[in-house]
Every structure is written in C-alpha cells, then in structure tokens.
C-alpha cells in the first residue's frame, strides 16, 4: 500500500528567517535606506535604477577594460512581429580563434535595466578566461508582457549561435548566464532552447535565479519585509510579467521555469542563492530536480547572504567566495 502521510518538510512549521552574515547585515543597513523593503522594483518608478546598489551606469570605458574587449553593439532580429533586439557585444581584442562566450541576461526583477546591467561581474569573469560576452536587452514588464521578454531573449541567443563566425565566438561553448530576473530567463532560454532544437548551450549559470511565481515557500515567507527582494517586491515583479495569470495553472515554464515538470537534456548547470532570500527554497528545489532528471548541477547556498549580496556588497568575504566559486566552475565546465 502507497503512503500517503504528508511529507513532515511540508507540515513543519516555518521559523524565523536564518540571521544575516555579519558583513552584509551592516551592508544591508547602508542598503535599506535606499532601498527600502518592498521596494526594489515592485515599483518601477519608486527607485531609480542607478540608485540601486550594484546596478550603477556602464560606460564604454567601462566595458572595454583598458583595451581588453573590443565593444559594438547590433540590431538584430527579435521575435516574429517584433521589433529588433539589441545585442551589446563584447570580444577580447587580441584573439585571433573562435572564443567561448556567455550569453548574458541582465536582472532588473523583469521591470529594470538594460543590456549593460550586470556586467562588470560578466567581465570579470570573460576576463580572467578570455571569454566574449553577448548581453541580450529585452523589452521590460509590465509594458511587454510575457512571453515577449523570454522571446527576446532567445531570439537574441539564436541570431548570436547563428552569427557565431563572424562573432568570433566558438558556437559549441555558447554558456547562458542570468541573475535574479536574468537567471530566470536564462533558465527559461535554456528550456526553450531543448524543446526548439537548439541552438545547443554549453552550460547555465543561474545566479540567483528568479524562477517561480507562486511565491509560497518557506524561505518567501521568512523574507516577508526583509531584506532586499522581499516577499511583496517579488509578487510585483512577477504580477508585471503575468498579470492576472500569476499564481494559477496557465503559466508556462517559459515564463517561471520552476513550473517545468521535466528537466532532462539540460545542460550543466551552476545555481547560488543566499540562504537569507526569497528564492532560496525555489532554487534548492530546481536544483534538486535537475539531479532526479540525470543532471548535472552544481548548488551553492551562501549562508547569511541576502539576495543580489556579490554585486551589493562586492567587498564582503561570503561575496568574494561567491564570485571565486562561479568561476572555478566556469573553468572547469569549459576545460571539458
């Protein structure tokens, strides 16, 4: 006979929110007076995004890292009946073979930024690897809904693996990578990129990663009202993107990749969260299921860390741990 008791995870209940590390709690006092609780996009005009730490204006001096990368950025085409997506595109000056490169989704919680959002960290890593990056900007909710921001997105990948050649970039190591929002997306592109036939990736790496809009696990009712990203911020945030479909059973894995009920024939995968965040336990699971499905993953859960912690509070040691661990993994995944 099937056991059907409850699993006791799912009865247990729900304690206080685990303590912020010592470092980005005093960060997190600094932040909070910019970026009060519930705000951080739940409403897009409640905050400037260059007010936002971590999230200040990218100059071209900026991108091209003293001669490094080579910058230019294109028109291409978007989605059927849409207008065309703009790629910012970056390659190291000096190579002279095909380069592997990350395909770069910037975050924003589906409602801010722009294709120069969240680079310095893509750099940082493309530099020390001599890798080129191609960041993708998407038309943002709640002015386009889903699904034009994942098809932005994908179309942007599809024209980069395309255009591979002339990029100067190795189309066989083609890594999609995403934070917050941008994971989300990342991950949607990747499951998106399975069923359409391509075109093949090389890994993900999902920082942070945005992924499911029912907003009812535990870690979301910990952060009710703390931290940065709380509980009401991500109801916003994935209200702009759905609307009145958030919650219910309409919503496609293309737009909240955790509602995806098979997760094989992906490839390999790099997630961190914070244990003090709202997408902890969504991004624990995704993990978990990309194993049951013969996956590979690899799942970090930096502990007291508060979402978006590595680019807020760069200088912190759990932060510098972060950047070092995706890293290692990037090398290793692109030395096989």
């Given at each position: 006979?099937?056991?059907?008791?409850?699993?006791?995870?799912?009865?247990?209940?729900?304690?206080p929110p685990p303590p912020f590390d010592p470092?980005?709690?005093?960060?997190?006092?600094?932040?909070?007076?910019?970026?009060?609780?519930?705000?951080?996009?739940?409403?897009?005009?409640?905050?400037?995004?260059?007010?936002?730490?971590?999230?200040?204006?990218?100059?071209?001096?900026?991108?091209?890292?003293?001669?490094?990368?080579?910058?230019?950025?294109?028109?291409?085409?978007?989605?059927?009946?849409?207008?065309?997506?703009?790629?910012?595109?970056?390659?190291?000056?000096?190579?002279?073979?095909?380069?592997?490169?990350?395909?770069?989704?910037?975050?924003?919680?589906?409602?801010?930024?722009?294709?120069?959002?969240?680079?310095?960290?893509?750099?940082?890593?493309?530099?020390?690897?001599?890798?080129?990056?191609?960041?993708?900007?998407?038309?943002?909710?709640?002015?386009?809904?889903?699904?034009?921001?994942?098809?932005?997105?994908?179309?942007?990948?599809?024209?980069?693996?395309?255009?591979?050649?002339?990029?100067?970039?190795?189309?066989?190591?083609?890594?999609?990578?995403?934070?917050?929002?941008?994971?989300?997306?990342?991950?949607?592109?990747?499951?998106?990129?399975?069923?359409?036939?391509?075109?093949?990736?090389?890994?993900?790496?999902?920082?942070?990663?945005?992924?499911?809009?029912?907003?009812?696990?535990?870690?979301?009712?910990?952060?009710?009202?703390?931290?940065?990203?709380?509980?009401?911020?991500?109801?916003?945030?994935?209200?702009a993107l759905l609307g009145a479909a958030r919650?219910?059973?309409?919503?496609?894995?293309?737009?909240?990749?955790?509602?995806?009920?098979?997760?094989?024939?992906?490839?390999?995968?790099?997630?961190?969260?914070?244990?003090?965040?709202?997408?902890?336990?969504?991004?624990?699971?995704?993990?978990?299921?990309l194993w049951r499905a013969g996956g590979r993953?690899?799942?970090?859960?930096?502990?007291?860390?508060?979402?978006?912690?590595?680019?807020?509070?760069?200088?912190?040691?759990?932060?510098?741990?972060?950047?070092?661990?995706?890293?290692?993994?990037?090398?290793?995944?692109?030395?096989?």
């Amino acid at each position: 006979m099937r056991n059907t008791s409850p699993d006791p995870a799912d009865t247990a209940p729900i304690g206080p929110p685990p303590p912020f590390d010592p470092e980005l709690a005093a960060a997190l006092a600094v932040i909070t007076q910019i970026l009060p609780t519930g705000g951080s996009g739940a409403d897009p005009g409640e905050t400037p995004p260059e007010d936002v730490p971590g999230m200040a204006p990218v100059t071209d001096a900026d991108l091209e890292r003293g001669g490094f990368f080579r910058v230019a950025e294109r028109s291409v085409p978007g989605p059927a009946g849409a207008p065309e997506v703009s790629l910012l595109i970056c390659r190291p000056a000096r190579a002279t073979t095909p380069t592997p490169a990350l395909y770069h989704i910037h975050g924003g919680g589906m409602m801010v930024g722009d294709n120069r959002t969240g680079m310095p960290d893509m750099l940082d890593l493309a530099e020390e690897l001599g890798l080129a990056v191609v960041s993708v900007e998407y038309r943002l909710a709640p002015g386009t809904p889903h699904p034009g921001p994942v098809e932005d997105c994908y179309a942007g990948l599809r024209w980069t693996a395309e255009h591979a050649e002339e990029l100067g970039v190795d189309r066989e190591r083609i890594v999609v990578a995403g934070g917050s929002a941008g994971g989300g997306l990342a991950a949607a592109v990747t499951l998106m990129a399975r069923d359409r036939g391509g075109p093949a990736l090389f890994g993900q790496l999902l920082m942070c990663p945005m992924l499911d809009d029912r907003n009812d696990t535990p870690s979301a009712h910990q952060m009710t009202g703390i931290g940065v990203w709380d509980r009401a911020s991500n109801e916003a945030g994935w209200t702009a993107l759905l609307g009145a479909a958030r919650g219910t059973d309409d919503v496609s894995p293309y737009a909240a990749p955790a509602r995806a009920t098979d997760l094989s024939g992906l490839p390999p995968a790099f997630i961190d969260v914070g244990s003090a965040e709202t997408f902890r336990d969504e991004d624990v699971d995704y993990a978990s299921r990309l194993w049951r499905a013969g996956g590979r993953a690899e799942l970090h859960v930096w502990p007291g860390a508060f979402h978006g912690f590595s680019g807020m509070a760069p200088h912190a040691a759990v932060s510098r741990d972060a950047r070092a661990a995706r890293l290692v993994w990037l090398r290793r995944l692109l030395a096989t």
